[in-house]
């Protein structure tokens, strides 16, 4: 499947909403995307294996939920791009509640299909998750995120979207 460019009178045919209940199935499959795509863009073989060796029906069952809790004090947390053939993308900004974690607005995963890529939707998804961390009571006047130093596609991205350097952030196993 293919998307029109940005600029066509086709982008019309995209629009961003708030994610439903109804679109858990949907959502879960932009996830298991998103989720693999770490794993296979920004990493060696061990790193696919370990994205993907996690996402069981459990940890769908436990996201999902999540998901649902953090939607029940957010409505607008978590926003899809929705084609006529169904969703392509998404945008999912922590709760308000969570914002102490970074002491700011916390932009949780962003994520396209591929094909949708290039069109200017993730721009609108962008907008939404701004939209959604205005409207917190935060600490600090900021959107943090976490990208991975080898995906130069989303690092791009956030670059364009005026994202600056803020930290680091490390890690190892339990």
Partial sequence: ?????????????????????????????LK???????GSET?????????????????????LAWVERCVDEDPDCVQLAVHEDGPVGYVFVLPGSLAFI??????????????????GVA???MDAALDCARSQPLP??????DVDRENDRARAFYDRWG???WGEMVAREL
């Fill in 32 to 38: 298991r995307g998103f989720e693999l795509g770490i």
């Fill in 1 to 29: 499947m293919t998307y029109p460019r940005r600029g066509t009178s086709s982008m019309t045919d995209i629009t961003v909403r708030p994610y439903d209940e109804s679109d858990a199935d949907d959502l879960w499959s």
């Fill in 123 to 125: 721009d609108d998804l």
């Fill in 140 to 145: 600090l006047d900021r959107l943090v995120l």
């Fill in 163 to 165: 994202f600056e350097h």
């Fill in 43 to 63: 990493g060696g073989q061990d790193k696919a294996a370990t994205y993907a060796a996690k996402l069981t029906e459990e940890y769908r069952k436990r996201w």
């Fill in 102 to 119: 970074w002491d700011a607005a916390v932009l949780n995963e962003v994520y396209l299909d591929p094909p949708a890529r290039g069109t």
